[in-house]
């Protein structure tokens, strides 16, 4: 069975310094990675998806399969960034029938501070 | 456009008495369905899903059911609370499987 780990709990950091939140996986086959994230009194949202390959307010993440990694980083992080951040899989091909399901990890809580 | 809901927003229960959160989705047809949990302090957990209307999988053993009666409502419920019921419970649809949309949430409080 497939399984995401975000080790870091708590990430505090100071406004415009760079922030990286670690997201590592295992699973056999070839997963599609997601970072998730979730404001304060908002909805959890997607905030970018490895297969676009996209920037999204700043955020970067990169799949690196070698070390079953999907790092997400930002150069210069914002106050408005601070919020939940999750990482999920998703185990490809999409089937609907199989439900294309996500997993997710525990979750990494970003403060920035002033 | 697609939306989706989900009530009540917070819901206080003792222990040993029934629960049913609902979840219904508009501007789609067919969607995938999920219930996922954010239990104090870890990640969320995958609950249970539904391909279609009757069809539910469950993902962990536990103390919760999940029902389908229509298209576009799933619905969580159980006969008898326990303590570790508590949690954040989210409702989310996708279709074609690209995105995964979540709803507002609902806070689950069992004393």
């Known amino acids: 069975a497939q399984r995401v780990t975000q080790p870091e709990k708590l990430l505090s950091v100071f406004k415009g310094a760079p922030v990286e939140l670690k997201c590592n996986y295992s699973y056999s086959g070839s997963p599609e990675l997601f970072w998730y994230v979730q404001y304060s009194r908002q909805r959890l949202q997607l905030l970018l998806r490895h297969i676009s390959r996209e920037s999204i307010k700043g955020f970067t993440a990169d799949l690196n399969k070698g070390e079953t990694s999907f790092h997400l980083k930002k150069p210069f992080a914002q106050e408005e960034d601070s919020a939940m951040y999750y990482c999920a899989l998703r185990v490809a091909p999409l089937i609907k029938a199989a439900g294309n399901k996500l997993t997710f990890g525990g979750g990494t809580r970003v403060l920035v501070k002033p | 456009s697609q939306t989706i809901h989900q009530w009540p927003a917070t819901l206080v229960q003792p222990v040993g008495s029934p629960l049913s959160l609902e979840c219904t989705v508009e501007g789609t047809s067919n969607p995938n369905l999920y219930w996922y949990r954010q239990a104090a302090g870890r990640g969320l957990q995958l609950l249970f899903y539904s391909v279609g209307i009757g069809q539910i999988s469950s993902e962990v053993p536990q103390n919760l059911s999940a029902s389908r009666p229509q298209d576009r409502q799933f619905i969580l419920s159980s006969k008898k609370l326990l303590l570790s019921d508590s949690g954040f419970y989210l409702c989310?649809?996708?279709?074609?499987?690209?995105?995964?949309?979540f709803g507002e949430g609902s806070w689950l409080t069992v004393v």
């Open positions: 989310a649809w996708s279709y074609s499987g690209n995105t995964i949309y």
